[in-house]
C-alpha cells in the first residue's frame, strides 16, 4: 500500500497528458477536420506564444510566486520592437533585441520589488501588468504598428515535411522548453530555483542567495515573455498595443493544468508545454464545432479550478 | 567513546556576551565552552538567555559585547552563512529540508557537487550519481537506516527528517554541531532514533551543542550540562552526579549553586 502512494505523485504527474490525450479523443468524435495534420500544426502555431510565456510563468509560479504582468509586458516588448524598427530604421535582430531588454526590464523591476521591498509577487505583478500597459498604449499611441521589415516575420515561416508542416517559431519554442528543462533538472541553479519555492527558509539557511535567485527567475521570465513578443509579431506581422491580454491568464492556466504547484517547489516544465496545448486544443476544438467564444472562456475558468483543487487535494494526499 | 575531561580540547569559547534588545538584557556576559568529543546540552528557563545564546554562536544574531573562539581564534560572524564556512553547522528545530526534493538532494543543497570538466564549469552541471553515492555513503556511515536516497524527504517520518538534517550538519561540520531542539517535535521511538544519531555523530569526533527542553533527553546523551539563568551561565554540571531535580532547581534558581557539593559539578 505504501509503495502504491509512494507512486502517486508520478501517475499525478502523467495527468495532464492524460487531459490532453482525452481532450484531443473528445473534438476527434466531435469533428471529422480536427484530427490532420494541417489542424495540429495549426494548434501548434497558435500556442507558441502562450507556450513561450508560459515558460517565464512556470519559473516564477516555481518559487511559489505568480506574475500577472506577464501578457501585457509581452505587449509591449511587440511594441517596442516593431517602433523601434519602424521608426528608427533599426535592422530586425536589433529591433527585437531592444524589445527583449525592454521586457527583461520590467522583469527586473518585478524581481527588484519582491526580494528588495519584499512585496508580495501577486500585487507587485498586478502594478506592474497595469503599468505595462499604459505604457504600451501611451508609446504606441493605441495605433497598432504595421511597417515592419521582413525579417521580423521569419519565424512566423513554415517548414514543410512532407506532408506535414512546422512553424520555424515552434521549433524555436520546442527547443526553448528542452533547454530550460535540462536546466531546471541539471545545474545548480535551476535545482536553487524548486528549493527556494519548496522552503526559502531552510534555502537561505544552506546558504543560497534566495534573493539572487528570485531575482534571476524573474530577470529570465521577462527574457521569455520578449521571446514571445518576437514570435507574436512573427505570426501576426505586427506590433499590437492591444495584444497579451487573452495570453495573459492563458499563460498561468497552461502552468496550473501542466500541475506545477501554485504552493511552489513542484512541477516539471514540460507540463506547462501539455498545458498550453490543452488551452490550445480546447479553443481549436470549440471553434471547429462552432462554440462561441465566450464559452471558451467559460471552459478555460473551469479548468484551471479543477486544475488547482487537484493540486490542492494531491498536497493534502501526501501530507 | 570515553567521557571527556578537563585536559579534552576546547574547541568553542565565549567570553562575557552580552546581547541587549532594547530595554531587555538577554545576554548578561555569558560564558560558554564545548569540548572536543562532546555532547554539551544546554539548558534554561525560558528567558534564561539560552536561544541568545545559541543565536551569537551560530551567527544568526551579532553580540553587542563579548568574544567568541573558535579553536583559539577570535571570530565574528556577520551571518549563519558565515558560521557555516566557519565549519559550525547548526540544525533546526523546525525541520529545515526542502520536502519536494530527495534525500540526496537535500543533503547537498547550496554544496552540489558539480559534474567535471566542460559541463560542470561552463553549464554549472550538477552530478547526481556522485551525489547519491557520497549520500549512500555517509548516511551509511551515521548508520541512518533509509532505504532509498531518491526519495523525497516529504515521504519520510518527522523523525527521519530530522536524522536528514542532523546528517547533513554531521556531514559538513568542520568544528561544532549545534542543535535546536532537535526531539522537541517527535515521538518518544522517533525521539530516540535521533538522540541514537546525535550519539554518533559524537562519536565521530565532532562536538555537538545540544539545547532542549526534554530533561530526560539531556540526561540521556549529555556529557556536560550548562545551565543558563539571567544571561549568565550559572552552572556546568556532570549529569552522571547530578540529579534531575537537582539540576531543574539550579535552573529555576531554588536552588543556588554554592549549596551544590562540588563533584556535583562538571570540570
Known amino acids: ?319 | 567513546m570515553n567521557p571527556p575531561d578537563a585536559s579534552s580540547q576546547i574547541v568553542m569559547r565565549a567570553k562575557g556576551l552580552v546581547k541587549r534588545y532594547g530595554q531587555v538584557t538577554a545576554l548578561d556576559g555569558a560564558d560558554f565552552e564545548v569540548r572536543a568529543g562532546e555532547i554539551l546540552a544546554v539548558i534554561g528557563d525560558n528567558g534564561a538567555g539560552k536561544s541568545s545564546l545559541i543565536k551569537c554562536l551560530s551567527g544568526a544574531t551579532i553580540p553587542d559585547e563579548g568574544e567568541i573562539h573558535l579553536d583559539g581564534q577570535i571570530t565574528r560572524f556577520k551571518s549563519p552563512i558565515d558560521a557555516r564556512r566557519a565549519g559550525i553547522e547548526t540544525v533546526y528545530q523546525d525541520l529545515a529540508v526542502a520536502p519536494a526534493m530527495s534525500i540526496a538532494e537535500n543533503l547537498f543543497l547550496g554544496r552540489e557537487i558539480r559534474r567535471r570538466g566542460f559541463w560542470g564549469s561552463v553549464f554549472d552541471m550538477i552530478d547526481k550519481k556522485k551525489m547519491l553515492e557520497e549520500s549512500i555513503a555517509r548516511m551509511n556511515d551515521l548508520k541512518v537506516g533509509i532505504r532509498s536516497m531518491t526519495q523525497a524527504v516529504e515521504t519520510l517520518s518527522g523523525g527521519q527528517r530530522q536524522c536528514v538534517a542532523v546528517a547533513r550538519a554531521a556531514a559538513f561540520a568542520q568544528h561544532v554541531v549545534i542543535m535546536d531542539e532537535p526531539t522537541a517535535a517527535l515521538g518518544v521511538k522517533e525521539g530516540n532514533m535521533v538522540l541514537e544519531l546525535i550519539r554518533r555523530v559524537r562519536d565521530k569526533g565532532l562536538p555537538v551543542v545540544l539545547i532542549s527542553h526534554n530533561m530526560p533527553h539531556v540526561f540521556e546523551v549529555a556529557d556536560r550540562i550548562h545551565i543558563a539563568r539571567l544571561g549568565k551561565r550559572v552552572a556546568v554540571v556532570n549529569p552522571k552526579k547530578i540529579s534531575m531535580s537537582d539540576t531543574v532547581a539550579v535552573m529555576t534558581g531554588a536552588l543556588s549553586v554554592d549549596q551544590l557539593p562540588a563533584e556535583l559539578l562538571a570540570h
Open chain 1, 1 to 319: 500500500m505504501k509503495n502504491i502512494i509512494s507512486k502517486l505523485p508520478s501517475i499525478a504527474s502523467l495527468g495532464p497528458f492524460i487531459a490532453l490525450l482525452l481532450a484531443c479523443a473528445f473534438f476527434a468524435s466531435q469533428s471529422d477536420r480536427f484530427f490532420s495534420t494541417q489542424n495540429f500544426s495549426l494548434i501548434f502555431q497558435q500556442v507558441m506564444v502562450v507556450g513561450v510565456l508560459a515558460i517565464g510563468q512556470t519559473l516564477v509560479i516555481l518559487t511559489a510566486g505568480i506574475d500577472l504582468s506577464c501578457g501585457m509586458v509581452m505587449a509591449l516588448g511587440t511594441i517596442v520592437m516593431t517602433k523601434f524598427a519602424a521608426d528608427y530604421g533599426l535592422s530586425a535582430p536589433v529591433a527585437i533585441a531592444c524589445g527583449i531588454a525592454a521586457t527583461a526590464t520590467f522583469g527586473l523591476l518585478n524581481g527588484l520589488l519582491v526580494t528588495r521591498i519584499k512585496l508580495p509577487p501577486f500585487i507587485v505583478t498586478l502594478g506592474t501588468l497595469n503599468i505595462a500597459f499604459a505604457c504600451t498604449q501611451l508609446y504606441s499611441h493605441a495605433q497598432t504598428i504595421t511597417n515592419i521589415p521582413d525579417g521580423m516575420n521569419w519565424l512566423g515561416n513554415i517548414l514543410k515535411l512532407g506532408d506535414t508542416t512546422i512553424g520555424y517559431g515552434v521549433i524555436l519554442m520546442l527547443a526553448l522548453y528542452v533547454l530550460v528543462w535540462l536546466w531546471l533538472r541539471e545545474t545548480a541553479a535551476g535545482r536553487h530555483v524548486y528549493a527556494v519555492g519548496n522552503n526559502p527558509e531552510a534555502t537561505r539557511l544552506t546558504g543560497i542567495s534566495t534573493e539572487k535567485v528570485l531575482l534571476g527567475v524573474y530577470v529570465l521570465a521577462g527574457v521569455f515573455y520578449g521571446i514571445a513578443a518576437m514570435l507574436s509579431v512573427a505570426r501576426t506581422g505586427s506590433g499590437d498595443p492591444n495584444g497579451g491580454q487573452t495570453e495573459n491568464l492563458d499563460a498561468i492556466t497552461a502552468v496550473v493544468l501542466g500541475g506545477t504547484s501554485l504552493f511552489g517547489g513542484r512541477g516539471v516544465i514540460l507540463g506547462s508545454l501539455v498545458g498550453a496545448l490543452i488551452v490550445g486544443v480546447f479553443r481549436n476544438g470549440l471553434t471547429l464545432i462552432g462554440v462561441s467564444s465566450v464559452y471558451q472562456v467559460l471552459v478555460t475558468g473551469i479548468l484551471v479550478i479543477l486544475a488547482v483543487t487537484t493540486d490542492q487535494m494531491s498536497r493534502k494526499g501526501i501530507r
